[in-house]
């Protein structure tokens, strides 16, 4: 399965996000993976700063998203689209990328935990 192969992949064995390799698999730059997340460029690119909880917390909001989506979509490419482009309309047509920017992604997650348990939009 892909997904897993995705989170074996960004996922050091100590359990943090490798913000460097997960850009890398994303296929952009660093400086993208930090507007993407609304991080700073320090906080992906710099080691003790992407060990941080915060860093670390916006990182893995941003992957589980990803992940949960490339089921569906056909692959982690297709599913990073999807969270920087796809209007949701439950949250007056904000992107899952917009509002992981703005600190809600865990309203993302249970949207699409319920999507996933046959619910609608």
């Known amino acids: 399965m892909a997904s897993i192969e995705f989170l074996h992949q960004v996922i050091?064995?100590?359990g943090l996000i490798m913000a460097g390799t997960l850009a890398k698999v994303l296929h952009i730059t660093q400086s993208d993976?930090?507007?993407?997340?609304?991080l700073s460029l320090d906080?992906?690119?710099?080691?003790?700063r992407v060990k941080s909880r915060t860093t670390q917390a916006r990182l893995r909001d941003t992957v589980e998203i990803?992940?949960?989506?490339?089921e569906w979509s056909g692959g982690v490419g297709r599913a990073f689209a999807w969270?920087?482009?796809q209007p949701l309309?439950?949250?007056?047509?904000?992107?899952?990328e917009e509002l992981v920017k703005a600190g809600h992604a865990d309203a993302v997650k249970t949207y699409l935990a319920r999507i996933a348990a046959g619910g609608y939009a």
């Open 12 to 14: 050091s064995e100590e």
């Open 33 to 38: 993976l930090a507007d993407v997340t609304g």
């Open 43 to 48: 906080s992906v690119s710099k080691s003790a």
């Open 66 to 70: 990803i992940n949960r989506v490339s």
């Open 83 to 85: 969270f920087r482009s």
């Open 89 to 96: 309309p439950s949250f007056g047509d904000k992107t899952a």
